[in-house]
């Protein structure tokens, strides 16, 4: 569904220092999230500095742990919810339904 268009990257330096907790509960929750850990995601400084992650090569981040994990786990919600019937969104969802039979 939605989720396979959304991808995770982490920082490895950032996970030993913040947010490996963070990933360890998403990786559970969302098995089919694509979730990747690399040596740099070239935001130097940000990685020692707070919890953070690359969504989609956006960064999201937060002042600790718990506000990350809230962070990324509403945005995954809102791509894995169902769209409101006459949304462009529902229109591209029936015709990729569609399409699969």
Request: hydrophobic residues 35%; contains cysteine.
């Amino acid at each position: 569904m939605a989720s396979s268009s959304m991808s995770i990257k982490w920082c490895k330096k950032n996970l030993e220092h913040y947010s490996q907790s963070v990933y360890d509960l998403l990786r559970e929750e969302f098995p089919d999230v694509e979730m990747d850990i690399v040596d740099c995601v070239d935001h130097c400084g940000l990685c020692t500095d707070v919890p953070f992650a690359m969504r989609n090569n956006a960064v999201v981040g937060a002042r600790d742990p718990r506000g990350l994990y809230m962070k990324l786990r509403q945005g995954m919600e809102f791509m894995n919810k169902t769209p409101l019937p006459g949304t462009y969104g529902a229109v591209v969802t029936a015709v990729a339904d569609s399409g699969d039979k």
